[in-house]
């Protein structure tokens, strides 16, 4: 009896431990293929084409040995979970820096490249022997961005179809005004060249316009910097300089927990200081 109340035990537990691993194997399955599609989308949107799955691979290895030499240098234990939420966020934030950054070439070269395109086809080119023109003689992030265009289109891919992939991969509003227009003016028909010179004067205003506000709150913008670096700075300060003040700060729950109030109430203040100075046009 002993015998069989042991089998099923074993049983059961080999059971469960197969269905805890099945379980644990599709969660990570589905998380590795969820890093896979969230960073081939910021490689594309940076206009960069490694290889994913060696780029995460490369990525955990640096960060397991990095958390590993912050925890074998003698720093306190705590600032170990920091540390893993800071690599956690960093790649995040350094691809959208660089996917921001690129929109904004982008959206500065965009009235000269549509004003070049529109002459060409005044000059009697259609719409795609305009864009290789443009293509062929400059160079820069929009031009990167046509010439994807043009290869889609050498495969196979409709015009149409190039534009509206090229609105993802960039995710800007002015591309996809752009794209909206040629859209409709190829479907309904109309003078096309006079349509692009009328968004590039139109776009040449509102780059014009942002360059005003931008120059007006700069001033605005650095006060919210200033607000929420400040306080990190004063205990960085008196860290070094009266190391016996901050100790208490660092060695018990209580001053961990104010560290992180102040924290949050820092970022609070730089939000809130962006968001009343920043203007949408």
């Known amino acids: 009896m002993n015998q069989l109340v042991l089998l099923i035990i074993l049983i059961s537990l080999v059971c469960l431990s197969y269905c805890l691993l099945s379980f644990i194997s599709a969660r990570w399955q589905a998380h590795w293929n969820y890093l896979i599609s969230t960073l081939d989308m910021h490689l594309r949107q940076a206009n960069r084409y490694e290889k994913t799955r060696h780029l995460i691979i490369a990525y955990h290895i640096i960060f397991s040995l990095f958390a590993l030499l912050v925890y074998l240098s003698g720093a306190t234990i705590a600032l170990v979970p920091l540390f893993i939420v800071l690599m956690l966020l960093l790649p995040g934030w350094f691809f959208k820096y660089l996917h921001i950054r690129r929109i904004r070439k982008i959206n500065q070269a965009l009235p000269d490249s549509l004003s070049q395109i529109a002459a060409s086809m005044r000059a009697g080119s259609t719409f795609q022997i305009a864009l290789q023109s443009l293509v ?3 160079n820069g992030a929009l031009e990167q961005e046509f010439e994807t265009v043009l290869k889609e289109c050498r495969v196979g891919v409709r015009m149409e179809d190039a534009l509206v992939n090229m609105t993802q991969r960039t995710d800007s509003e002015e591309i996809e005004l ?3 227009a040629v859209t409709i003016a190829q479907e309904l028909g109309g003078n096309l060249s006079d349509v692009l010179q009328g968004l590039s004067d139109t776009l040449r205003r509102k780059i014009e316009m942002e360059g005003k506000i931008q120059t ?6 650095l006060q919210g910097k200033l607000v929420s670096a400040l306080p990190l700075f004063i205990l960085l300060v008196l860290s070094v300089l009266e190391p016996a003040i ?3 700060i660092f060695g018990g729950l209580l001053g961990w927990l104010v560290l992180a109030i102040m924290f949050l109430l820092s970022i609070a203040a730089g939000l809130s200081v962006r968001k009343i100075v920043r203007i949408d046009i």
């Open 136 to 138: 062929d003689h400059t």
């Open 178 to 180: 752009v794209v909206s």
């Open 216 to 221: 007006l709150t700069a001033q605005g913008r």
């Open 246 to 248: 901050t100790m208490p």
